[in-house]
Every structure is written in C-alpha cells, then in structure tokens.
C-alpha cells in the first residue's frame, strides 16, 4: 500500500529535473533525427538468420547435417631420423543436400615448409645485438626443411587423382560429382621431417634430451579432411599458426609402428596391450581400471631409465580405435613412464592416463593424473559425462596442445626434483586447461580457426571452476572480474572485439581466453546466477554435442535456456570494446519537513487521470538547499508527523503495521556511467553501527538514460558510506569513483597485484 509520503517524494525529485529539461530544450535548436544506438536494442543486425539448419532456439534444425570422415591409417616414426612416413585411406561421406564437385584437405604441417607463406606475413626488425648462433639462424640458414611430401592420391581403384595444392589447403577435383549420402573413398602417402619444437617451434614435433632421446609429440601429422557446413561450406582459410583447426567428426583406425622400446599414449582405445605391454604392466593396468582413489603405477621409473639407455633397432606396432572424434594424436618415447586410475562419473568410468619421462618426477607423479580426474569429474558436471573411454596427459617441455583423448602439457621440476608453487600450479593450470579442451572444442566441435574465443573462452570459463575445485586456493589468474581490467583499461590501439577472426587478435591470451572466460563468470555470478547459467550453459553444451556450433548458436542458446535477455551483454562484450566504468556521480541527504520550499508552495500533485491533489503534504528537503531548516536534520519519526501517524492508525491493521517500515534517513543516489558498456548496479550501504547491506539493480536500469541511473534509498539507519561493486564483480576499470564521500583510497586492483 503506498502513502501518500511516497507518493510526494517521488513526484518531488521529478518535479525540478522536468522543468530544468523543458527550458534547455526550448533554447536549442532542432536536433537532427538519429539511428537506434540503445545499448539494449536486440541483436538481429548482428546474428545469422534463423533457418532449417540452425534454429532461432539456437538448437539444430530438422535439417541440421555434418559430413563424416573415416580413416585407416598406418604410419611410422623413424626416431634416429626424425622423418615420419605414413600411408592412410580416408572414406568420405557427403550429408550434404547439394552435390560436391572437390574436395578440400588441410596439409597443414605444410606451414613449415621452406616455401610457406607464414614467415612472410610477419613484421620484423633489426635486432641490434645477436649471439653468433642466433646470427647464423636469422641471416645465414636455409631454415628447417617441413611440409608434407606427397607420394600420391588414389581412388579406391588405385587410380591417381587429380590435386592441386595451395599453401595449407589441398584440393582434390572428382571425377564426378558427390551427391548427397555418398561416399568417396581415396588413399594418400605421404612423409616429412618432423620438427624439434623446442628449436623451430610448433604445436607438434619432437624434444630432444641430453643423451640423445628424443619425446615426440605428434599431431596434424596426417592429410585431413576440411569441414563443409552449412554455414561456410568449406573452411578454405589457411593455417597461418595461430588459428587452428576446424575438423570433421569420424571413426579412426590407426596404427602407428615405433621403436620396440617405445611406450606410447594416443587418441583412441588400444587393441593390441598385450602386445605392446609386459605381462605384469598388463596387470597394474587391469588393476588401474578398478581404482579411483589414486594412480596406478603401470610403467615405472626404473622401467623407463632401463628403456632410456637401450635404443632398440627392433620396433613394434601399436593399434589404436577411435569412434566418432574430430582428430588423432599420439605420444611415443623411450622415456616415458604411465600411470592411471579410474575416474567415477555419473554414467561411466573412463581412465585418467599420464606418461612422462623422469624429468618430470615428482611433480607429475604427484599431481597428474589427479587433475585430469578432477578435470572430467567438474567438467562434466556443467556440461556432459566424459564421453570417451580415456583422458590422457603427457608431459612435454614448453608444450600445452589439446587433441581427443589425449594433450601435451608443460611444466617439470628442478633436476633435483624441487619446485616452486608457481612451477606446481601453472602445470596443473595447462593440465586442467588441455584436458578440458576435450569438450570444447574436440565434441562441441566450433570452428577454432574462425572463432578462437569459443573453445579456448569457455574452456578457460571451466578451467576456472575446475581449479577451485581441485584447490580452494588455487592462484587462478583468469575468471574473476578484477584480473580482466588491465587489459580492459588498456590502448584502444590494441585491443579488438572479441569477435574477431584468431589472426587478427591483438593481446591473443587475454583476448580469446581470460575476457571471454571472465565475460561468463560475470554471468553466472552478477547477471544470471548459478541456477539460470548452469541450466543455459549445459543445454548449449548438449545441444551440440558432437556437432559444429556457431557463436550464434551460443548466444541464442543461453537466452533460450534461461529467459534472461542478454543482448546487451553479448553486444556490449562480444562485440566491442567498450569498458565498465561505473560511479557515484552525487549522493543527496532529504528530511522530512511540513514547510515547503519556495519552489514547492503551489505544487499539485496528480492523482489520478485528470484530477490534482492540492495537499496538505509531507514535504522532503535536500540539506543542502539554501531553504533547509537545520532544526528538520534529524532522524525521521512517524509520531513526529501527526498527519501521518493518524493515516496509519486509520488505515493499517495491528498486524500490517508490524509489516510497515520505519525510513529514518532517505538519501537520493545519482550513478553515472562514463564507460560504454553496460552491468548491473551493486551497492554496498555502510551504516553507522558498523553494519551494512548490499543491493544490486539490473542493467536494464540504463535503458532508458545510458549515461545516469537514481536510485532512492530509505534506511532505518545513518549511511556512512555507499560503495559501488563492493567485491569487483563487473571489472570496473576506474574505482576511485566508486565511494561516497570520495576517498583518496587505494586501489583494491593494486592490492590484488601485490596478493
């Protein structure tokens, strides 16, 4: 029920600011008529049109298709070398509705050839000091020899087939066209030189010990197919170095030939363990299969050191299964030690698998296997249970790469087996981070080499909670708000949207990983809640399982799920590079008085359609106004106000006057917004006792004023300070506008600089 003391109050702190407005209106001239630019207009003139492939819903359509690719494989790594030489035969199934006359396969191991076009898009300079070996290198060396060489292209007859190759891409023309549910089967044979990472770089390749081991980590190393969507058809943009990889779902059979004293992990189950495995090693494996409290040692130290020192010239063939994944790595040395355990999710039980040479003992030991545990457990508690049988880890020095079922990972102790927490926590933070890649982006299946932000953002999103959970302290230094804002606060000059295609990304870590991972967190955290967001998140992530989502299919699908309007956000975010910055622009102190101002003895106040009320009223004055009586600044009593006291009696049961408040102090709070983008209003009240409340208003309190929003508060005690987003929930780039009474206080940014 409201009083008539309500009523007046609002209609006096309209009543100035109307006619203030009306007079500087009629002394400027006719602006001239402007485009919506309102920070909550909807995103139709962003998103792609809705249709039978991909709904406004943000779910599939009816005639959602993906293309398949089948591949048999057999390859081999020649250690003492380093060549990799393999055959494969790729069958290739048209889902499409139209007809495909070529097709288009990524060589994208072809970005290290001494004819790849990728040195030369960089900018470079003089370096005015260099050693002789970096001198050599830049000026003198003909540079690594990389790149796929092709042995041939047949048809399932054996026939050559026609090709064409353009830089990363490969295009193969048909002899007729691919109609719709057919399938093209073809082989290719190919080899190259495999890269020492360490030396010339890349995702893939080789690391080189002491003693002349080598640890290989192999991916991209096969002839595979492109994605043809209905989105883009085919993805036809060249594997430049930071893009990577838009990839096609399909079965794998694949078998990889290495020296016999190899130990290996890939992608897929392994055929052949007893083969490959000792007799006993197959027992600590059956064993790890029914244990879920800690690893299982299957290959040991001691094994690996004997291993080390041997270099067999005999060799042995691994076999490797796949079903239904997008690519296939693998991991082969001498070094390598393995341990396992079984991981207990909701549905199933897959493996979490590490294998690492003695250089990474203890850390690895330690801790591995436990955070690729920890990993599957949290992210498929906010998306699905893990669907493959197993999840692998492997540690290679100055790596951190994901591909199904298995990642590389950096991070090793001292030699003397020593570490530092920050060596600990950012191995376990790439561990976490490369495992979870398993479900963004290697099952939901976005195109890396469009959008970096949709596997690297959400997952780096997920890594965040996944790192709470395995250690409450965890030094997570992606997903809160408050780490966002240097690089939010930065040079314009370089910083881009975060819808922008991976080459063209200034600032690429905080760019696609922490502001998108940071934009989410303030979602599930400041917008939306925990209930709204995890309901949101999880139907995208099941939606498109599997299958190859778009951002639209992102942004529809969170509003879909939750019926939470977030264009503003996604606009706002997504889409520029606007900034939060939020403040307390005034802060004014009423009172309650039955004197009228000057300005207020012939107000009327309307009551209704057409008719006035002409009082007697309750008036409230800003102290601050040159008519102010200093005897009327006191804490507000309704026994104080006869007029009032008697309306409550009159009006109010025993039982609703036990419901009523008590206002004793009313304060008109002005927020100003000089950064562009939008967020929620949250502010902390600090009251005279010591005690304080927080109240938070939603963003949509800007709709209809993008640069000032008011706000009333009528509290029962003396507010001593109001401080906006109290816990640096929105990433606030300019705190110092933040309190009131204006403070010369520290920045809590720089305090958690020096934490």
């Given at each position: 029920?409201?009083?008539?003391?309500?009523?007046?109050?609002?209609?006096?702190?309209?009543f100035?600011?109307?006619i203030?407005?009306?007079?500087?209106?009629?002394?400027?001239?006719?602006?001239?008529?402007?485009?919506?630019?309102?920070?909550?207009?909807q995103?139709?003139?962003l998103l792609?049109?809705?249709?039978?492939?991909?709904t406004?819903?943000?779910?599939?359509?009816?005639?959602?298709?993906?293309?398949q690719?089948?591949?048999?494989?057999?390859?081999?790594?020649?250690?003492?070398?380093?060549k990799l030489?393999g055959?494969?035969?790729?069958?290739?199934?048209?889902?499409?509705?139209?007809?495909l006359?070529?097709?288009w396969?990524?060589?994208?191991?072809?970005?290290?050839?001494?004819?790849?076009?990728?040195p030369?898009?960089?900018n470079?300079?003089?370096?005015?000091a260099?050693t002789?070996?970096?001198?050599?290198?830049?000026?003198?060396?003909k540079?690594?020899?990389?790149?796929h060489?092709?042995?041939?292209?047949?048809?399932?007859?054996?026939?050559?087939?026609?090709?064409?190759?353009?830089?990363?891409?490969?295009?193969?023309?048909?002899?007729?066209?691919?109609?719709?549910?057919?399938?093209?089967?073809?082989?290719?044979?190919?080899?190259?030189?495999?890269?020492n990472y360490?030396?010339?770089?890349?995702?893939s390749?080789?690391?080189?010990?002491?003693?002349?081991?080598?640890l290989?980590?192999?991916?991209?190393?096969?002839?595979?197919?492109?994605?043809?969507?209905?989105v883009?058809g085919w993805?036809?943009?060249?594997?430049?170095?930071?893009?990577?990889?838009?990839l096609?779902?399909?079965?794998?059979d694949?078998?990889?030939t290495?020296?016999?004293?190899?130990?290996?992990?890939?992608?897929?189950?392994?055929?052949?363990?007893k083969?490959?495995?000792?007799?006993?090693?197959v027992?600590?494996?059956?064993?790890?299969?029914?244990?879920?409290?800690?690893?299982?040692?299957?290959?040991?130290?001691a094994e690996a050191?004997?291993?080390?020192?041997?270099?067999?010239?005999?060799?042995?063939?691994?076999?490797f299964?796949?079903?239904?994944?997008?690519?296939?790595?693998?991991?082969?040395?001498?070094?390598?030690?393995?341990?396992?355990?079984?991981?207990?999710?909701?549905?199933v039980?897959?493996m979490?698998?590490?294998?690492y040479?003695?250089?990474?003992?203890?850390?690895?030991?330690?801790?591995s296997?436990?955070?690729?545990?920890?990993?599957?457990?949290t992210?498929?508690?906010?998306?699905?249970?893990?669907?493959?049988?197993?999840?692998?880890?492997?540690s290679?020095?100055?790596?951190?790469?994901?591909?199904?079922?298995?990642?590389?990972?950096?991070g090793?102790?001292?030699?003397?087996?020593?570490?530092?927490?920050?060596?600990?926590?950012?191995?376990?933070g790439?561990?976490?981070?490369?495992?979870?890649?398993?479900?963004?982006?290697?099952?939901?299946?976005?195109?890396?080499?469009?959008w970096?932000?949709?596997?690297?953002?959400?997952?780096?999103?997920?890594?965040?909670?996944?790192?709470?959970?395995?250690?409450?302290?965890f030094?997570?230094?992606?997903?809160?708000?408050?780490?966002i804002v240097?690089?939010?606060?930065?040079?314009?000059?370089?910083?881009a949207?975060?819808m922008?295609?991976?080459?063209?990304?200034?600032?690429f870590?905080?760019?696609?990983?922490?502001?998108p991972?940071?934009?989410?967190?303030?979602?599930?955290?400041?917008?939306?809640?925990?209930?709204?967001?995890d309901?949101?998140f999880?139907?995208?992530?099941?939606?498109?399982?599997?299958?190859?989502?778009?951002?639209?299919?992102?942004?529809?699908?969170?509003?879909?799920?939750?019926?939470?309007?977030?264009?503003?956000?996604?606009?706002?975010?997504?889409?520029?590079?606007?900034?939060?910055d939020?403040?307390?622009?005034?802060?004014?102190?009423y009172?309650?008085?039955?004197?009228?101002?000057?300005?207020?003895?012939?107000?009327?106040?309307?009551?209704?359609?057409?008719?006035?009320?002409?009082?007697?009223?309750?008036?409230?004055?800003?102290?601050?106004?040159?008519e102010?009586?200093?005897?009327?600044?006191?804490a507000f009593?309704?026994?104080?106000?006869?007029?009032?006291?008697?309306?409550?009696?009159?009006?109010?049961?025993?039982?609703?006057?036990?419901?009523?408040?008590?206002?004793?102090f009313?304060?008109?709070?002005?927020?100003?917004?000089?950064?562009?983008?939008?967020?929620p209003?949250?502010?902390?009240?600090?009251?005279?006792?010591?005690?304080?409340?927080?109240?938070?208003?939603?963003?949509?309190?800007w709709?209809?004023?993008?640069?000032?929003?008011?706000?009333v508060?009528a509290?029962?005690?003396?507010?001593?300070?109001?401080q906006?987003?109290?816990?640096?929930?929105?990433?606030?780039?300019?705190?110092?506008?933040?309190?009131?009474?204006?403070?010369a206080?520290?920045?809590?940014?720089d305090?958690?600089?020096?934490?």
């Amino acid at each position: 029920m409201k009083t008539k003391l309500t009523l007046i109050f609002c209609a006096f702190l309209t009543f100035f600011g109307t006619i203030n407005a009306q007079e500087k209106q009629e002394d400027k001239k006719k602006e001239p008529g402007h485009y919506n630019e309102n920070k909550f207009r909807q995103m139709y003139d962003l998103l792609a049109t809705p249709n039978m492939f991909r709904t406004a819903s943000g779910a599939p359509g009816p005639a959602y298709y993906q293309q398949q690719a089948d591949y048999k494989i057999n390859v081999e790594v020649d250690d003492k070398n380093a060549k990799l030489y393999g055959t494969e035969t790729i069958t290739y199934t048209n889902n499409a509705p139209e007809s495909l006359d070529y097709l288009w396969i990524q060589l994208d191991q072809n970005m290290r050839s001494r004819t790849s076009q990728t040195p030369l898009v960089g900018n470079e300079r003089i370096s005015p000091a260099l050693t002789e070996d970096k001198f050599a290198k830049e000026f003198m060396e003909k540079g690594f020899d990389g790149g796929h060489n092709l042995e041939y292209v047949k048809d399932a007859k054996g026939n050559p087939m026609k090709y064409i190759i353009n830089n990363t891409m490969m295009r193969i023309d048909l002899d007729k066209p691919l109609k719709n549910k057919e399938k093209v089967t073809f082989s290719i044979k190919w080899w190259y030189n495999i890269n020492n990472y360490r030396v010339v770089g890349g995702r893939s390749g080789y690391e080189e010990f002491e003693d002349g081991n080598r640890l290989f980590v192999m991916a991209q190393f096969f002839p595979r197919m492109a994605v043809y969507n209905d989105v883009e058809g085919w993805q036809n943009m060249q594997f430049w170095g930071r893009g990577e990889f838009a990839l096609v779902f399909g079965d794998y059979d694949v078998s990889i030939t290495v020296p016999a004293d190899h130990i290996m992990e890939a992608t897929g189950e392994l055929q052949n363990r007893k083969d490959v495995y000792t007799s006993e090693q197959v027992k600590r494996w059956e064993k790890a299969e029914n244990t879920f409290d800690k690893p299982v040692i299957i290959v040991t130290q001691a094994e690996a050191e004997k291993a080390e020192k041997g270099f067999s010239d005999k060799k042995k063939t691994w076999h490797f299964k796949a079903k239904n994944v997008r690519d296939f790595g693998f991991s082969t040395s001498r070094k390598f030690m393995l341990d396992a355990m079984a991981v207990q999710l909701e549905t199933v039980k897959p493996m979490a698998i590490s294998i690492y040479p003695k250089e990474a003992n203890p850390l690895w030991g330690d801790f591995s296997t436990k955070a690729v545990a920890q990993t599957l457990v949290t992210y498929s508690k906010h998306t699905f249970d893990y669907p493959y049988p197993k999840a692998v880890s492997v540690s290679a020095q100055d790596q951190g790469m994901e591909y199904p079922m298995i990642c590389w990972n950096f991070g090793r102790p001292e030699k003397d087996g020593t570490y530092t927490d920050r060596t600990k926590y950012g191995m376990l933070g790439v561990i976490i981070h490369e495992v979870g890649h398993n479900y963004f982006p290697m099952i939901v299946n976005s195109d890396e080499r469009q959008w970096t932000w949709m596997d690297e953002g959400l997952n780096t999103f997920l890594e965040y909670l996944t790192e709470l959970e395995f250690d409450a302290n965890f030094p997570t230094d992606r997903g809160p708000a408050a780490k966002i804002v240097p690089y939010m606060k930065g040079n314009q000059k370089f910083i881009a949207p975060i819808m922008s295609n991976s080459e063209n990304i200034f600032q690429f870590g905080s760019n696609a990983y922490g502001k998108p991972a940071t934009g989410l967190n303030i979602l599930r955290e400041t917008v939306m809640g925990h209930e709204l967001f995890d309901h949101a998140f999880k139907t995208y992530a099941q939606r498109w399982k599997f299958k190859h989502p778009t951002p639209e299919d992102f942004f529809r699908t969170m509003e879909d799920a939750s019926a939470v309007d977030l264009d503003w956000f996604f606009r706002g975010w997504f889409y520029s590079t606007d900034y939060v910055d939020l403040g307390i622009k005034e802060v004014k102190e009423y009172y309650v008085s039955m004197e009228p101002t000057s300005e207020m003895k012939d107000y009327k106040m309307r009551t209704g359609r057409f008719t006035y009320d002409e009082g007697p009223f309750i008036y409230l004055v800003d102290a601050n106004h040159k008519e102010f009586n200093a005897k009327n600044k006191k804490a507000f009593e309704i026994k104080d106000v006869k007029m009032l006291a008697d309306y409550v009696s009159e009006h109010y049961t025993a039982e609703e006057k036990r419901e009523l408040k008590s206002p004793k102090f009313f304060y008109e709070v002005e927020f100003e917004k000089p950064g562009g983008m939008i967020m929620p209003i949250i502010v902390e009240l600090q009251f005279e006792d010591g005690t304080s409340e927080t109240q938070k208003f939603p963003a949509q309190i800007w709709r209809m004023n993008n640069d000032t929003a008011k706000r009333v508060f009528a509290t029962e005690k003396k507010i001593v300070k109001i401080q906006l987003d109290p816990k640096l929930e929105t990433a606030d780039i300019d705190v110092e506008n933040n309190t009131w009474p204006k403070e010369a206080a520290k920045s809590k940014f720089d305090e958690l600089e020096k934490k």
